[in-house]
């Protein structure tokens, strides 16, 4: 017997702007500047229970991420009122109908429904496989941009192949007015501050960073984890496959290149030792960086080696599908 409880919920939501960085708080997300508007965690959503029916809810924490996603359904219907000329949205799914200020969005089997609007994006848009991977980028960006979608648009390639196919039928890469990178289903951000890095070479940190978050929309998305509990299994996972890629796109180099960046972050801690599987609350946030980042990638990599690298990329495609 199937019970079915529906909750309806009217609220109104206070847009905060985006708070400066600051070394004693995270970056916000949530928000807006004088260039975007970012929904995240907008609406009220239910947490999954764990095995034994408790709420997996977590105390949110200065780094690292805290909240876990059950899959659902979503409808939603946006009305854009006395918009700037020329906002567009960018959003986790494609729209369904769109016109001039309205847009209709559904998707299901999904973690979380985001979207961010600006007059100022400079969209790029790819095909691949009937995938629609789109970047939205800050004008003065959009070199960097055009390589974030290529980059990007290379790594759904090589995980579909390894992996599975890619989950969704879009891929949306935002470029972002606060200082960090961040995941989500079907979009992720990457801060301003990767693009005013790129140097115009492939083997940089805007390389890394947009193929670590395409990843997490195979290890965060589709196989879900509790991020504050064991954030090994999504963002030491999502490095590992980043090492992968480099490798696969930039050759022996590439792979040495990026292999020695995570040796060198994981060397950055005093203590070394620290295990890679942790809670989010048991690193200080050097520690975090180091070993969930730097450690958790050459331990995946070292069990590569021992197991063989086809039979351990087996082992992750059984993974996953299972």
Same mark, same amino acid.
């Given at each position: 017997?199937?019970?079915?409880?529906?909750?309806?919920?009217?609220?109104?939501?206070?847009? +905060?702007?985006?708070?400066?960085?600051?070394?004693?708080? &995270?970056?916000?997300?949530?928000? *807006?500047?004088?260039?975007?508007?970012?929904?995240?965690?907008? *609406?009220?959503?239910?947490?999954?229970? #764990?095995?034994?029916?408790?709420?997996?809810?977590?105390?949110?924490?200065?780094?690292?991420?805290?909240?876990?996603?059950?899959? #659902?359904?979503? *409808?939603?219907?946006?009305?854009?009122?006395?918009? +700037?000329?020329?906002?567009?949205?960018?959003?986790? !799914?494609?729209?369904?109908?769109?016109?001039?200020?309205? *847009?209709?969005? !559904? %998707? !299901?089997?999904?973690?979380?429904?985001?979207? !961010?609007?600006?007059?100022?994006?400079?969209? /790029?848009?790819?095909?691949?496989?009937?995938?629609?991977?789109?970047?939205?980028? $800050?004008?003065?960006?959009?070199?960097?941009?055009?390589?974030?979608?290529? /980059?990007?648009?290379?790594?759904?390639?090589?995980?579909?192949?390894?992996?599975?196919?890619?989950?969704?039928?879009?891929?949306?890469?935002?470029?972002?007015?606060?200082?960090?990178?961040? /995941?989500?289903?079907?979009? $992720?951000?990457?801060?301003?501050? $990767?693009?005013?890095?790129?140097?115009?070479?492939?083997?940089?940190?805007?390389?890394?960073?947009?193929?670590?978050?395409?990843?997490?929309?195979?290890? =965060?998305?589709?196989?879900?984890?509790?991020?504050?509990? /064991? +954030?090994?299994?999504?963002?030491?996972?999502?490095? =590992?496959? %980043?090492?992968? =890629?480099?490798?696969? #796109?930039?050759?022996?180099?590439?792979?040495?290149?990026?292999?020695?960046?995570?040796?060198?972050?994981?060397?950055?801690?005093?203590?070394?030792?620290? +295990?890679?599987?942790?809670?989010?609350?048991?690193?200080?946030?050097?520690?975090? #960086?180091?070993?969930?980042?730097? &450690?958790?990638?050459?331990? $995946?990599?070292?069990?590569? &080696?021992?197991?063989?690298?086809?039979?351990? %990329?087996?082992?992750?495609?059984?993974?996953?599908? %299972?």
């Amino acid at each position: 017997m199937r019970l079915t409880i529906e909750i309806k919920l009217d609220f109104l939501l206070t847009i +905060p702007p985006l708070p400066p960085p600051a070394d004693d708080r &995270k970056p916000g997300i949530y928000g *807006y500047s004088t260039v975007q508007t970012n929904l995240v965690d907008w *609406y009220p959503f239910i947490p999954p229970l #764990s095995e034994n029916g408790d709420w997996l809810l977590h105390d949110p924490w200065f780094y690292g991420e805290y909240l876990v996603y059950d899959l #659902s359904n979503f *409808y939603v219907e946006i009305e854009l009122i006395n918009a +700037p000329p020329n906002t567009t949205i960018a959003a986790s !799914s494609i729209p369904n109908t769109h016109d001039e200020n309205s *847009y209709v969005y !559904s %998707t !299901s089997g999904a973690r979380n429904f985001v979207w !961010s609007l600006s007059p100022s994006y400079v969209i /790029e848009t790819k095909q691949l496989n009937g995938i629609t991977i789109s970047t939205h980028t $800050f004008p003065f960006h959009q070199q960097a941009g055009s390589h974030v979608l290529e /980059e990007a648009s290379k790594a759904v390639e090589l995980y579909s192949r390894l992996f599975s196919p890619y989950p969704r039928e879009n891929l949306t890469i935002v470029e972002a007015d606060f200082l960090d990178g961040m /995941e989500y289903d079907g979009l $992720f951000f990457l801060s301003r501050g $990767f693009y005013n890095l790129f140097d115009n070479t492939p083997q940089n940190y805007l390389t890394a960073i947009a193929v670590h978050e395409t990843a997490h929309q195979w290890w =965060y998305t589709k196989i879900a984890n509790d991020q504050a509990l /064991e +954030p090994w299994l999504d963002e030491a996972l999502t490095q =590992y496959l %980043t090492l992968l =890629y480099f490798r696969d #796109s930039y050759g022996q180099g590439g792979y040495d290149g990026f292999r020695g960046y995570l040796d060198e972050r994981w060397r950055s801690v005093e203590d070394q030792d620290m +295990p890679i599987g942790l809670p989010v609350a048991a690193y200080d946030e050097d520690e975090y #960086s180091a070993i969930v980042y730097g &450690k958790g990638p050459l331990f $995946f990599e070292a069990l590569a &080696k021992e197991m063989g690298d086809e039979v351990f %990329t087996a082992f992750l495609k059984d993974y996953y599908q %299972t």
